[in-house]
């Protein structure tokens, strides 16, 4: 197995992670047909991003899981910079193995390697086995997340 950068390539298997593992509902609906019109102009934008960071990692050629990391600036805490971990999605006929662990010890080590002070992440309060993995690897649950879907706007100008 490797981890490595993603490429255009590899968006739709990505898409196909974050979708088989979406809590109580498919992306967007999405299935192997789907427009990736959306994913791919996403990709192009965390892709161009320097502070940004999608991996997957490759086993026999295919993508068997992913993540994304997103380095924040800010000014709390002396201006520390912050590295949160997104999408972490490890296909369900490879778990158990460690390789999901081991995605969190690479993630972590690049947010050393770039100087981060701090590694977060959310996470569904669905997902409790997802809760007690992040507890095993050192994370602790010390805030409460808040989201605001915002519509689409139908106005003309």
Not at 4 to 32: K, M, T, Y
Not at 95 to 119: D, F, K, P, Q, S
Not at 146 to 154: A, G, I
Request: glycine share 8%.
């Amino acid at each position: 197995m490797s981890l490595r950068r993603a490429v255009r390539a590899d968006v739709a298997a990505v898409v196909d992670l974050i979708a088989a593992e979406q809590p109580g509902r498919h992306l967007d609906d999405s299935d192997a047909d789907a427009d990736l019109t959306p994913y791919l102009a996403a990709f192009e934008a965390i892709d161009t991003d320097p502070a940004q960071l999608l991996v997957v990692v490759e086993h026999d050629g295919e993508i068997v899981a992913t993540m994304q990391l997103t380095f924040i600036p800010g000014l709390a805490r002396r201006g520390a910079l912050r590295a949160q971990v997104e999408a972490v999605r490890v296909r369900h006929d490879h778990r158990g193995r460690g390789l999901g662990a081991a995605m969190m010890r690479w993630a972590i080590a690049e947010a050393r390697r770039r100087g981060c002070a701090l590694v977060q992440l959310t996470s569904d309060t669905s997902r409790t086995a997802a809760h007690r993995f992040y507890g095993r690897l050192g994370f602790t649950a010390s805030h409460t997340g808040f989201k605001l879907r915002l519509p689409e706007s139908d106005e003309d100008g």
